[in-house]
T-cell receptor, first 116, second 114 residues
């Protein structure tokens, strides 16, 4: 079966531009997560969706970052006015349910964002 | 607050020798712990998970980990390393009652010499 997919796989943008990153979770998974992997900070949680609502946005680093999820499926992470420190690999994961910490999260291949 | 600490940033072993990747956790609750592996330019893959059912957890590719509450440890082991085991390994804790969000350790890079 299809896993978690993310697009684009690579994105190079200029400082100050807006970018949108897309995540397609595994069909039937109600929970969706965004993480960021960077050299200096390691892997850090950004935001969690249960269905279309986001009960935990605590990891978003600034108000330039936002995310939405529609139809309980696809999610988009938007970064406005990108800065060089936003350069990282953005990972999406989904799991059957977010209401139990036991559920395995399946990760996508990530989007490598480079801000020049 | 919950956290994990991976004690080694890099481990190097020879092929056919045992692997030990060390992880200590901090949690006020009974934790859910995981080990994930990330091969170069590949996505994260779950190796194994501990969810209080058994303290010795077996995972894929011959890896296993033992949960030791008294030592707050969850070390990853494998009896005999293979060249294909070279990768980055992450010890991870699931945050209690917060939707299952994961807190990652800093990672241990495993090198396997022929």
């Amino acid at each position: 079966g299809a896993g978690v997919s993310q697009s684009p796989s690579n994105k190079v943008t200029e400082k100050g531009k807006d970018v949108e990153l897309r995540c397609d979770p595994i069909s039937g998974h109600t929970a969706l997560y965004w993480y960021r992997q960077s050299l200096g900070q390691g892997l850090e949680f950004l935001i969690y969706f249960q269905g279309n609502s986001a009960p935990d946005k605590s990891g978003l680093p600034s108000d330039r970052f936002s995310a939405e999820r529609t139809g309980g499926s696809v999610s988009t992470l938007t970064i406005q006015r990108t800065q060089q420190e936003d350069s990282a690999v953005y990972l999406c994961a989904s799991s059957f349910s977010g209401t139990s910490g036991f559920n395995e999260q399946f990760f996508g291949p990530g989007t490598r964002l480079t801000v020049l | 607050a919950q956290s994990v600490t991976q004690l080694d940033s890099h481990v190097s072993v020879s092929e056919g020798t045992p692997v030990l990747l060390r992880c200590n956790y901090s949690s006020s609750y009974s934790p859910s712990l995981f080990w994930y592996v990330q091969h170069p330019n590949k996505g994260l893959q779950l190796l194994l998970k501990y969810t209080s059912a058994a303290t010795l957890v077996k995972g894929i590719n011959g890896f296993e980990a033992e949960f030791k509450k008294s030592e707050t440890s969850f070390h990853l082991t494998k009896p005999s390393a293979h060249m294909s085991d070279a990768a980055e390994y992450f010890c991870v804790v699931s945050v209690y009652n917060q939707g299952g969000k994961l807190i990652f350790g800093q990672g241990t890079e495993l090198s396997v010499k022929p």
